[in-house]
């Protein structure tokens, strides 16, 4: 007797049902239209999630710094120097005071349109594993960048009051003809201290994402004020503190300069499609323990499924026993394997 066909969901009903399942489908249409999109506390932050990682990512500035932020006058991050900021050679701030006998004074004498960005936070407290992991996060990152999508990186933001504004760019630094309509990159960010414009929120041009170029000259300028010099297009993110803010890899965003006291923080998870070079290098790093403690998909995220990058044969033979191993966990977890024929939900 002929055996009945057996019909898996394509990763196409598949992450659609769990869309429709989370009720994010206005969200993903907000997100199809303009390249971004806030999912609201109430949906986005199970179980006061928000509060633990603020607390979480304060103590890791603690640690890196020498010195507890001052949550509520942001005065330990006001204008933070651009050396300060993890975009220079020295690694902490307490780094470069040393380094250069600095008093703080002294360190604030420029202005950073950054802050303090604190890379490689993931093994720093085990609330941004459960961020990591929240259903809500990963539905938009699967629509965006597939089943198959890995962690690029993990970053705290942390930023005090300052005066320069954060240029527009795209999270893909490549050339215009590669990039797609559909995302290769998104940045999933948590939104820990709320947004807007006078607390100094992401900026975004809405639409910007279906251009498929980056932005050039003028038009990277996010204008401090309305009618200011700079691109015309800009329009500050609205969050409440408890918010994830989505966007597509394609889209110009930066930021605008805190004009209100008090620290600005968030958690910026960045999702890159698998076959994409990370900014992290997860695989050898991730303890046992911590892969236990999760189902399958934490080790495709952590990329551990990733073989490609191998030294010599017998690495490469290591790396492809390793990724096979949690390519078909996760298959067994998830009832089927990537396949092609799925398309971009991979
Ligand atoms: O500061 C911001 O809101 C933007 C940060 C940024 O460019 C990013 O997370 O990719
Ligand atoms: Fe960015």
């Given at each position: 007797?002929?055996e009945?066909a ?29 390249g971004?999109?806030?999912i ?5 932050m ?8 603020l ?20 005065g ?9 900021s993890?975009?220079?050679?020295f ?15 002294a ?78 990159v ?7 201290t ?36 700079g ?9 409440k ?16 300069n ?31 323990e ?37 390519n ?19």
């Amino acid at each position: 007797m002929a055996e009945a066909a057996t019909e898996t969901p394509s990763s196409r009903d598949r992450i659609w049902a769990e869309i429709v399942e989370l009720g994010l489908e206005p969200y993903i249409e907000f997100l199809d239209e303009n390249g971004y999109v806030v999912i609201p506390p109430e949906i986005a932050m199970p179980e006061g999630l928000a509060d633990r990682m603020l607390k979480a990512c304060l103590d890791v500035a603690e640690r890196r710094n020498g010195e507890r932020p001052d949550f509520e006058t942001g005065g330990s991050h006001a204008s933070m120097a651009p050396y300060e900021s993890g975009f220079d050679s020295f690694r902490t701030r307490r780094d470069r005071k040393l380094k250069l006998g600095l008093d703080k004074a002294a360190a604030y004498e420029d202005d950073s349109p950054h802050g303090d960005l604190m890379n490689s936070i993931l093994f720093e407290d085990e609330v941004f594993e459960e961020g990591l992991m929240n259903p809500v996060l990963l539905a938009i990152a699967t629509y965006l960048c597939g089943y198959s999508a890995t962690l690029s990186s993990m970053g705290c933001w942390m930023r005090g009051p300052n005066r320069s504004t954060f240029n527009l760019h795209t999270d893909m630094s490549v050339a215009d003809e590669l990039l797609t309509p559909h995302a290769l990159v998104c940045q999933c960010t948590y939104v820990l201290t709320d947004f807007d414009r006078e607390h100094g929120s992401t900026a975004v041009v809405p639409g910007s994402h279906k251009l498929c170029r980056q932005p050039v000259g003028d038009e990277c300028i996010v204008p401090a004020n309305p009618g200011d010099f700079g691109n015309p297009d800009v329009v500050p993110v609205e969050a409440k503190a408890g918010s994830i803010l989505v966007w597509h890899g394609n889209t110009w965003h930066g930021a605008y300069n805190r004009r209100a006291s008090g620290l600005r923080v968030s958690v910026a998870n960045y999702m890159a499609r698998d076959f994409m070079r990370t900014q992290e290098d997860l695989r050898d790093i991730i303890p046992q323990e911590m892969l236990d403690r999760h189902p399958p998909r934490f080790g495709i995220l952590t990329q551990q499924g990733v073989a490609a990058g191998y030294r010599n044969q017998d690495d490469g033979w290591a790396k492809d026993a390793r990724a096979e191993k949690h390519n078909a966990a996760y298959a067994k977890a998830s009832g089927q394997r990537f396949r092609a024929k799925d398309g971009v939900y991979n």
